[in-house]
């Protein structure tokens, strides 16, 4: 049978475990966390949901069993991801930066650095590990993070930089980040490792100035503000963070001049969870809004149920969410035949279902009528971390769109590659070639 949407046993047991994980652990903590005024509290109020996370292997479990991982793929990960973004997409949002962190080491690390920085990953004893990925910055210039391939020189594109100082066998790190979560760590003295994108040749453009290196916990030089306050995804940590002499071993470097190249795939590789995170969140919504319409009245002489336009609104709703987690499940089966990589389908699933299913939320609402803005119920949480999806991981418009259009661009691409999961080209042009 070459197409089966069934899960294998292992995989239903992983969905038990995840469902359970999430309504038992996770769910008694996040309304507050949520409504913490301060975003650093609330993100050490799911602390001990995360140790819970970390023992059961859902904080570093996709990463290769050779490096202590737990070897997951990345159909396991939609698994796991749908079941506890349900409950709460900022808490999986911290698990999947671990994996934005550490995969790009995996993908583009030497051999001795992968066994000296990944098990350790999986192996503290407390269950605290955190890994920061580190690229994001505040818009301006020099700063910004849409344009960090653009082929101009500092101060376009991204704006830390890392000066090689060969004496003393060191690269120097100045310059800000704002964004990168779990970066600042449990007590804003910084994550285990963040995975830092620099530039380590400010005079030349995005596509060769670019390179990855591994800030330990402890390095001085590196100060961590209070986490940004957002609207949604409350109880993951946005940092604001400041390299001032920063200095590191030269040997913490990998992919240098290819710094692009561990932004495209890490945000190519967490496209599809992207994209399941939407439909967990909007099948919480969709069941929330299908009870109500089932059990109340609004005054009329039945269930609102009753009423054609409200089923229908439901109908729609639940189509989406079918068609997206297909789509989600189908690029994380096509990442996985592609050794991760899918650089057009990763994105399309992550834009599509992003932007599909915050239409659907809302949807959710207008169905429930006025009291879903009574923060009584779920709903206006559910349409706060919504907005979240198209705009994070790589915002669609300025990062994931481009990524799509420039693998259709390039002379090479086939179109029918994607419905037959073979892989599509992608080069490290900007813009792409005509
Ligand atoms: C919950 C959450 C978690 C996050 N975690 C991390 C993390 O772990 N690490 C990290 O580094 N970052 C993280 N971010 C930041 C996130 O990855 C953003 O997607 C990233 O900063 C890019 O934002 P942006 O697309 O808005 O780019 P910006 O550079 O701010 O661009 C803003 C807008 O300008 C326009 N634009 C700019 N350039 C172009 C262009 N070339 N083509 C078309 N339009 C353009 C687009 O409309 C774009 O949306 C996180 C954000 C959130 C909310």
């Given at each position: 049978m070459p197409i089966d949407f069934t899960l294998t046993a292992a995989q239903l047991r992983l969905r038990a475990v995840a469902r359970e994980f999430a309504n038992d652990i996770l769910a008694p903590v996040v309304r507050a966390a949520d409504e913490d005024p301060d975003p650093q509290s609330a993100f050490v109020r799911v602390k001990g949901a995360y140790v819970e996370a970390y023992k059961l292997g859902f904080?570093?479990?996709?990463?290769?069993k050779r490096y202590g991982?737990?070897?997951?793929?990345n159909l396991d990960l939609q698994v796991i991801s749908e079941e506890i973004c349900a409950v709460d997409p900022g808490f999986a949002t911290v698990l999947l930066v671990n994996g934005l962190a550490l995969m790009p080491l995996v993908w583009f690390g030497s051999e001795e650095q992968k066994r000296k920085w990944l098990p350790p990953a999986s192996a503290d004893p407390r269950g605290e590990y955190l890994a920061g990925w580190t690229v994001s910055e505040a818009a301006g210039a020099p700063g910004g993070t849409?344009?960090?391939?653009?082929?101009?020189?500092?101060?376009?594109?991204?704006?830390l930089t890392a000066t090689h100082d060969a004496r003393n066998g060191e690269y120097v790190l100045n310059g800000e980040k704002y964004?990168?979560?779990?970066?600042?760590?449990w007590d804003l003295e910084?994550?285990?490792?963040n995975v830092c994108i620099v530039r380590?040749?400010?005079?030349?453009?995005g596509a060769s100035g670019l390179s990855a290196i591994l800030v330990p916990r402890g390095t001085a030089g590196v100060s961590y503000a209070q986490p940004i306050s957002k609207i949604?995804?409350?109880?993951c940590q946005n940092n604001h963070i400041r390299f001032e002499n920063c200095r590191v071993p030269?040997?913490?470097?990998?992919a240098v001049g290819h710094g692009d190249l561990c932004i495209n795939r890490a945000f190519t590789w967490s496209g599809p969870v992207a994209a399941i995170a939407a439909v967990g969140v909007a099948r919480s919504a969709y069941e929330y809004a299908l009870d109500w319409a089932k059990t109340h009245t609004a005054g009329g002489?039945?269930?609102?149920?009753?009423?054609q336009a409200v089923g229908y609104a439901l109908a729609d709703v639940a189509m989406r969410i079918e068609a997206c987690r297909a789509f989600s499940w189908k690029a994380a089966h096509y990442q996985d035949l592609n050794d991760s990589e899918g650089h057009a389908i990763g994105a399309m699933a992550k834009v599509f279902c992003g932007e599909t299913l915050f239409d659907a939320v809302f949807k959710t609402m207008r169905i429930m009528g006025?009291?879903?803005?009574?923060?009584?119920?779920p709903l206006e949480r559910y349409l706060r971390e919504a907005a979240v999806f198209p705009l994070y991981d790589a915002g669609n418009l300025g990062m994931q769109m481009r990524k799509i259009w420039q693998v259709m661009a390039n002379?090479?691409?086939?179109?029918?590659a994607l419905m037959e999961s073979r892989l599509t080209p992608f080069e490290k042009v900007w813009p792409p070639r005509p």
């Open positions: 904080a570093t479990g996709f990463i290769p991982g737990g070897g997951a793929s849409a344009n960090f391939d653009s082929p101009a020189p500092y101060p376009a594109g991204v704006s964004w990168p979560c779990n970066s600042g760590g910084g994550a285990n490792v380590t040749a400010p005079e030349q453009g949604g995804h409350r109880v030269e040997e913490n470097a990998f002489d039945g269930p609102i149920m009753r009423h006025v009291n879903a803005l009574d923060r009584r119920h002379p090479d691409f086939d179109p029918r």
